[in-house]
Antibody, heavy 124, light 113 residues
Protein backbone atom coordinates (compact mmCIF):
# COMPACT_ATOMS: atom_id res chain seq x y z
CA UNK A 1 0.00 0.00 0.00
CA UNK A 2 1.44 3.34 -1.07
CA UNK A 3 1.34 6.15 1.47
CA UNK A 4 2.35 9.78 1.04
CA UNK A 5 3.08 11.88 4.14
CA UNK A 6 3.39 15.63 3.71
CA UNK A 7 5.30 18.00 5.96
CA UNK A 8 6.08 21.69 5.97
CA UNK A 9 4.95 25.03 7.39
CA UNK A 10 1.38 26.22 7.13
CA UNK A 11 2.22 29.93 7.12
CA UNK A 12 4.55 31.71 4.72
CA UNK A 13 5.20 35.44 4.45
CA UNK A 14 4.67 37.24 1.13
CA UNK A 15 7.74 37.24 -1.14
CA UNK A 16 9.25 34.28 0.71
CA UNK A 17 9.57 30.64 -0.37
CA UNK A 18 6.97 27.94 0.24
CA UNK A 19 8.65 24.58 0.95
CA UNK A 20 6.88 21.25 1.38
CA UNK A 21 8.08 17.66 1.47
CA UNK A 22 6.29 14.43 0.60
CA UNK A 23 7.66 11.21 2.09
CA UNK A 24 6.85 8.04 0.15
CA UNK A 25 6.27 4.57 1.57
CA UNK A 26 5.28 1.51 -0.43
CA UNK A 27 6.91 2.76 -3.64
CA UNK A 28 10.10 4.45 -4.76
CA UNK A 29 10.65 8.01 -5.94
CA UNK A 30 13.02 6.39 -8.46
CA UNK A 31 10.24 4.22 -9.91
CA UNK A 32 10.54 3.80 -13.67
CA UNK A 33 6.78 3.90 -14.14
CA UNK A 34 5.21 6.29 -11.59
CA UNK A 35 5.40 10.08 -11.46
CA UNK A 36 5.44 12.31 -8.39
CA UNK A 37 3.22 15.36 -8.49
CA UNK A 38 2.23 18.50 -6.61
CA UNK A 39 -1.34 19.78 -6.90
CA UNK A 40 -3.02 22.63 -5.07
CA UNK A 41 -6.64 23.52 -4.38
CA UNK A 42 -8.20 26.86 -3.64
CA UNK A 43 -11.74 28.25 -3.92
CA UNK A 44 -10.67 30.65 -6.65
CA UNK A 45 -8.56 28.28 -8.78
CA UNK A 46 -10.05 24.86 -8.01
CA UNK A 47 -7.71 21.89 -8.39
CA UNK A 48 -4.53 23.02 -10.12
CA UNK A 49 -1.72 20.68 -11.13
CA UNK A 50 1.61 22.39 -10.45
CA UNK A 51 4.24 19.98 -11.64
CA UNK A 52 5.94 16.62 -11.34
CA UNK A 53 9.23 14.81 -11.17
CA UNK A 54 9.91 11.33 -12.49
CA UNK A 55 12.72 8.96 -13.35
CA UNK A 56 13.08 7.26 -16.71
CA UNK A 57 16.79 6.35 -16.78
CA UNK A 58 17.34 9.99 -15.84
CA UNK A 59 15.35 12.62 -13.95
CA UNK A 60 12.71 14.76 -15.61
CA UNK A 61 10.51 17.63 -14.45
CA UNK A 62 7.36 19.18 -15.91
CA UNK A 63 5.85 22.39 -14.55
CA UNK A 64 2.63 24.27 -15.10
CA UNK A 65 3.16 27.43 -17.13
CA UNK A 66 1.39 29.48 -14.45
CA UNK A 67 4.17 28.81 -11.90
CA UNK A 68 7.07 27.73 -14.13
CA UNK A 69 9.29 30.69 -13.25
CA UNK A 70 8.87 30.15 -9.50
CA UNK A 71 8.67 26.39 -8.92
CA UNK A 72 11.17 23.62 -8.27
CA UNK A 73 10.31 19.99 -7.57
CA UNK A 74 13.21 17.82 -6.47
CA UNK A 75 13.52 14.12 -5.69
CA UNK A 76 15.53 12.95 -2.68
CA UNK A 77 16.47 9.33 -3.27
CA UNK A 78 18.28 8.97 0.05
CA UNK A 79 15.06 9.68 1.95
CA UNK A 80 12.60 8.39 -0.69
CA UNK A 81 10.76 11.69 -0.85
CA UNK A 82 10.24 14.68 -3.09
CA UNK A 83 9.86 18.34 -2.38
CA UNK A 84 8.13 21.47 -3.62
CA UNK A 85 9.63 24.92 -3.54
CA UNK A 86 7.57 27.88 -4.70
CA UNK A 87 9.38 31.21 -4.67
CA UNK A 88 8.14 34.75 -4.32
CA UNK A 89 4.73 33.75 -2.97
CA UNK A 90 1.76 36.10 -2.80
CA UNK A 91 -1.62 35.75 -1.06
CA UNK A 92 -2.89 34.20 -4.32
CA UNK A 93 -0.72 31.17 -3.53
CA UNK A 94 -2.80 30.46 -0.43
CA UNK A 95 -4.22 26.97 -0.96
CA UNK A 96 -4.28 23.39 0.22
CA UNK A 97 -1.26 21.70 -1.33
CA UNK A 98 -1.27 17.98 -2.11
CA UNK A 99 1.38 15.59 -3.25
CA UNK A 100 0.14 12.72 -5.40
CA UNK A 101 1.45 9.75 -7.30
CA UNK A 102 0.88 9.51 -11.03
CA UNK A 103 -0.21 5.93 -11.56
CA UNK A 104 2.19 3.53 -13.29
CA UNK A 105 -0.74 2.58 -15.55
CA UNK A 106 0.42 4.91 -18.26
CA UNK A 107 3.24 7.28 -19.08
CA UNK A 108 0.99 9.96 -17.65
CA UNK A 109 -1.37 8.11 -15.39
CA UNK A 110 -4.10 9.50 -13.14
CA UNK A 111 -3.35 10.33 -9.51
CA UNK A 112 -4.03 7.18 -7.55
CA UNK A 113 -2.48 8.05 -4.17
CA UNK A 114 -2.57 11.44 -2.45
CA UNK A 115 -0.99 13.01 0.58
CA UNK A 116 -3.17 14.32 3.37
CA UNK A 117 -2.93 17.93 2.20
CA UNK A 118 -1.30 20.97 3.78
CA UNK A 119 -3.11 24.27 4.09
CA UNK A 120 -0.54 26.96 3.30
CA UNK A 121 -1.53 30.52 4.07
CA UNK A 122 0.50 33.38 2.64
CA UNK A 123 0.23 36.29 5.02
CA UNK A 124 2.43 38.70 6.89
CA UNK B 1 -4.45 23.76 -22.08
CA UNK B 2 -7.41 21.37 -22.28
CA UNK B 3 -10.39 22.92 -20.50
CA UNK B 4 -12.67 20.56 -18.58
CA UNK B 5 -16.25 21.70 -18.05
CA UNK B 6 -18.55 19.88 -15.66
CA UNK B 7 -22.31 20.10 -15.30
CA UNK B 8 -24.28 20.61 -13.23
CA UNK B 9 -22.43 22.51 -10.52
CA UNK B 10 -24.54 20.71 -7.93
CA UNK B 11 -27.36 18.23 -7.72
CA UNK B 12 -29.59 16.82 -5.01
CA UNK B 13 -30.73 13.23 -5.38
CA UNK B 14 -32.90 11.04 -3.17
CA UNK B 15 -31.32 8.03 -1.52
CA UNK B 16 -31.42 5.06 -3.86
CA UNK B 17 -31.93 7.22 -6.95
CA UNK B 18 -29.54 7.80 -9.85
CA UNK B 19 -27.08 10.68 -10.02
CA UNK B 20 -25.53 11.71 -13.33
CA UNK B 21 -22.60 14.08 -13.76
CA UNK B 22 -21.32 15.33 -17.10
CA UNK B 23 -17.85 16.36 -18.16
CA UNK B 24 -16.82 17.90 -21.46
CA UNK B 25 -13.26 18.47 -22.65
CA UNK B 26 -12.27 21.27 -25.02
CA UNK B 27 -10.45 18.75 -27.20
CA UNK B 28 -10.50 15.00 -27.55
CA UNK B 29 -8.72 12.98 -24.87
CA UNK B 30 -8.94 9.79 -26.91
CA UNK B 31 -5.48 8.50 -27.81
CA UNK B 32 -5.87 6.82 -31.19
CA UNK B 33 -2.86 4.50 -30.89
CA UNK B 34 -4.37 2.55 -27.98
CA UNK B 35 -8.05 3.64 -28.23
CA UNK B 36 -8.05 4.79 -24.61
CA UNK B 37 -9.68 7.90 -23.20
CA UNK B 38 -7.32 9.65 -20.81
CA UNK B 39 -10.10 10.71 -18.45
CA UNK B 40 -10.40 10.10 -14.70
CA UNK B 41 -13.07 10.76 -12.08
CA UNK B 42 -12.35 11.62 -8.45
CA UNK B 43 -14.49 11.87 -5.33
CA UNK B 44 -13.60 14.38 -2.63
CA UNK B 45 -15.28 14.32 0.75
CA UNK B 46 -15.05 17.23 3.15
CA UNK B 47 -11.59 17.64 4.64
CA UNK B 48 -10.07 14.82 2.57
CA UNK B 49 -7.92 14.64 -0.54
CA UNK B 50 -9.52 13.53 -3.79
CA UNK B 51 -9.92 9.79 -4.25
CA UNK B 52 -9.52 8.15 -7.65
CA UNK B 53 -12.76 6.41 -8.65
CA UNK B 54 -12.46 5.75 -12.38
CA UNK B 55 -9.73 5.92 -15.00
CA UNK B 56 -9.62 5.29 -18.75
CA UNK B 57 -13.10 6.88 -18.59
CA UNK B 58 -14.80 3.65 -17.51
CA UNK B 59 -12.45 1.44 -15.44
CA UNK B 60 -13.24 1.38 -11.73
CA UNK B 61 -10.32 1.67 -9.35
CA UNK B 62 -9.90 -1.33 -7.06
CA UNK B 63 -12.36 -1.25 -4.15
CA UNK B 64 -14.76 1.26 -5.73
CA UNK B 65 -18.39 0.08 -5.47
CA UNK B 66 -19.99 -1.00 -8.72
CA UNK B 67 -22.76 1.58 -8.33
CA UNK B 68 -20.17 4.01 -9.76
CA UNK B 69 -19.74 3.82 -13.51
CA UNK B 70 -18.12 5.97 -16.17
CA UNK B 71 -18.93 6.28 -19.84
CA UNK B 72 -18.23 8.41 -22.88
CA UNK B 73 -15.47 8.95 -25.39
CA UNK B 74 -13.61 11.72 -27.17
CA UNK B 75 -14.86 14.91 -25.55
CA UNK B 76 -18.04 13.93 -23.67
CA UNK B 77 -18.09 11.85 -20.52
CA UNK B 78 -20.51 10.86 -17.77
CA UNK B 79 -20.16 9.61 -14.21
CA UNK B 80 -23.23 7.75 -12.95
CA UNK B 81 -24.04 6.72 -9.41
CA UNK B 82 -26.76 4.15 -9.97
CA UNK B 83 -28.24 4.14 -6.47
CA UNK B 84 -27.11 7.02 -4.29
CA UNK B 85 -25.99 6.16 -0.77
CA UNK B 86 -25.49 8.56 2.13
CA UNK B 87 -21.72 8.04 1.98
CA UNK B 88 -21.64 9.27 -1.63
CA UNK B 89 -22.20 12.89 -0.55
CA UNK B 90 -19.10 14.58 -1.93
CA UNK B 91 -17.71 16.75 -4.68
CA UNK B 92 -16.85 14.90 -7.89
CA UNK B 93 -14.18 16.01 -10.35
CA UNK B 94 -13.18 14.88 -13.80
CA UNK B 95 -9.57 15.20 -14.97
CA UNK B 96 -7.82 14.70 -18.26
CA UNK B 97 -4.38 13.13 -18.27
CA UNK B 98 -4.01 13.18 -22.06
CA UNK B 99 -1.64 16.12 -22.17
CA UNK B 100 0.12 18.41 -19.73
CA UNK B 101 -0.94 20.27 -17.76
CA UNK B 102 -3.34 17.69 -16.27
CA UNK B 103 -6.48 19.77 -15.89
CA UNK B 104 -9.51 19.24 -13.69
CA UNK B 105 -13.13 20.17 -14.05
CA UNK B 106 -14.66 22.64 -11.64
CA UNK B 107 -16.43 19.97 -9.61
CA UNK B 108 -20.01 18.82 -9.03
CA UNK B 109 -21.44 18.72 -5.53
CA UNK B 110 -23.75 15.79 -4.85
CA UNK B 111 -26.17 16.10 -1.95
CA UNK B 112 -29.09 14.14 -0.58
CA UNK B 113 -32.55 15.45 -1.41
Amino acid sequence: QVQLQQSGPGLVKPSQTLSLTCAISGDSVSSNSATWNWIRQSPSRGLEWLGRTYYRSKWYNDYAVSVKSRITINPDTSKNQFSLQLNSVTPEDTAVYYCARGSPLAAAGPHDYWGQGTLVTVSS
Amino acid sequence: DIVMTQSPDSLAVSLGERATINCKSSQSVLYSSNNKNYLAWYQQKAGQPPKLLIYWASTRESGVPDRFSGSGSGTDFTLTISSLQAEDVAVYYCQQYYSPPRTFGGGTTVEIK
